[in-house]
């Protein structure tokens, strides 16, 4: 089992930043491929980035590449998101995820176990 529980979300205005924080307590962090994904009111949840168990591949849907920054640091059990000139449509509840696996899947339900989500709201 693993408990991911995610911070940092917030109220903040358009172009501002925003850092997420994903904690990692049970089993060993650095066996999983971490993902970030998010759900706005009435739409289906969606990949945001991943990265891999050893931090050395990054991954990002087209959105939010050259905004969206995905690290971990495996010594803290902790995955963080760095968004950069966040938009209104950025604003969604976000999940960090854990996936069992070698491989990058940006499918949610690749995904084993889930935070609760952190609420983030752009204003413009």
């Known amino acids: 089992q693993v408990q991911l529980v995610e911070s940092g979300g917030g109220l903040v205005q358009a172009g501002g930043s925003q850092r997420l924080s994903c904690v990692a307590s049970?089993?060993?962090?650095?066996?999983?491929?971490m993902g970030w994904f998010r759900q706005a009111p009435g739409k289906e949840r969606e990949f945001v980035a991943a990265i891999t168990r050893s931090g050395g591949s990054t991954y990002y849907t087209d959105s939010v590449k050259g905004r969206f920054t995905i690290s971990r640091d495996n010594a803290k059990n902790t995955v963080y998101l760095q968004m950069n000139s966040l938009k209104p449509e950025d604003s969604a509840v976000y999940y960090c995820a854990a996936d069992n696996s070698i491989f990058v899947r940006k499918a949610s339900d690749a995904y084993d176990y889930w935070g609760q989500g952190t609420q983030v709201t752009v204003s413009s």
């Open positions: 049970g089993r060993i962090f650095s066996s999983y491929t």
